[in-house]
Nanobody, 115 residues
Framework: QKQLVESGGGLVQPGGSLRLSCAASISSFSIYDMGWYRQAPGKQRELVTIITRGGITNYADSVKGRFTISRDNPKNTVYLQMNSLKSEDTAVYYC?????????WGQGTQVTVSS
């Protein structure tokens, strides 16, 4: 069973928006810190944003003011709203759930920003 399943990726023009979702099939979802990472071709995976179990958020400088992470604990889901997308945002986006020794990853969803 896949614990994390991302959706919402696709092709979008520069300046456009996308909303990614990550549905979690893990017990006690609310205690997990949730994050979005991305990996562009030929580059290492990088942290985009996290939201702690207490709701504190942190963003990479490259996405501040454009991306927003949120979580809906009753729905076991975390979202990534991406606005003003740029070509350099093109990557596979991965969802991560972390608590103590528990660390889960989704399979990733492709985001392509191109005209």
């Amino acid at each position: 069973q896949k614990q994390l399943v991302e959706s919402g990726g696709g092709l979008v023009q520069p300046g456009g928006s996308l909303r990614l979702s990550c549905a979690a099939s893990i017990s006690s979802f609310s205690i997990y810190d949730m994050g979005w990472y991305r990996q562009a071709p030929g580059k290492q995976r990088e942290l985009v944003t996290i939201i702690t179990r207490g709701g504190i958020t942190n963003y990479a400088d490259s996405v501040k003011g454009r991306f927003t992470i949120s979580r809906d604990n009753p729905k076991n889901t975390v979202y990534l709203q991406m606005n003003s997308l740029k070509s350099e945002d093109t990557a596979v986006y991965y969802c991560n759930a972390h608590y103590g020794a528990n660390d889960f990853w989704g399979q990733g969803t492709q985001v392509t920003v191109s005209s």
